[in-house]
Every structure is written in C-alpha cells, then in structure tokens.
Nanobody, 115 residues
C-alpha cells in the first residue's frame, strides 16, 4: 500500500554535506510520522531523526545541530540535510514511514564519509 524509496547517498569528505531524499507512494494519506535510521557495519541500528505529519522534527543527540529533517507534503517527500559530516556518520541510511497499517521501510542508501 505504502512504499518509500531513498536516494542521494554517496561519498563525501569529512566536513562535507549531503542531502538524502525519501519519496513515498501509495496510500499517502495514511502516513503520519516519517524518519531515518542508519546501520553501520558491526554496529546496532541507530535512530537518526523523525518528523511528524505536522512538521515537528526530532533528532538523535549524535546528529543534533548538524542534520536537518524536513518534509514536502506536496511532493510526498522527506529530506535529510546532513552537514559537517564525520567518518562515524558512514552507514546505510534507511527511511521509514509510520502508517495506520504499520511501519514501512525503504531499501536504504549508502553514505560514506572518508578522505
């Protein structure tokens, strides 16, 4: 019913910036909260950020002040603007959407921060 697809990952240098996109399709009206997790090799998954249907954001302490989550309801898309990137930000970033029927996850997009 609902699908989400991430894009925008890539290789950036420390201190650089990258913007991830998460496009939703299907039963858009059933979606409330959308957000991002990340999974680094050998580590547990970590919640990164979320944004409510009303546009209120929330962030993990590890990214607060560096990352910004935003939402364009007209385009059914959520963005994650990542600034001042660090090597420890390297991970697969996964978008999720909370709907009345349950959570929906994207396939993920790779972000690599390296010099």
């Amino acid at each position: 019913q609902v699908q989400v697809v991430e894009s925008g990952g890539g290789l950036v240098q420390p201190g650089g910036s990258l913007r991830l996109s998460c496009a939703a399709s299907g039963s858009i009206s059933s979606i409330n909260v959308m957000g991002w997790y990340r999974q680094a090799p050998g580590k547990n998954s970590e919640w990164v950020a979320l944004i409510t249907g009303g546009g209120t954001p929330n962030y993990a302490d590890s990214v607060k002040g560096r990352f910004t989550i935003s939402r364009d309801n007209a385009k059914n898309t959520v963005y994650l603007q990542m600034n001042s990137l660090k090597p420890e930000d390297t991970a697969v970033y996964l978008c999720y959407a909370q709907s009345r029927s349950g959570n929906v996850w994207g396939q993920g997009t790779q972000v690599t921060v390296s010099s």
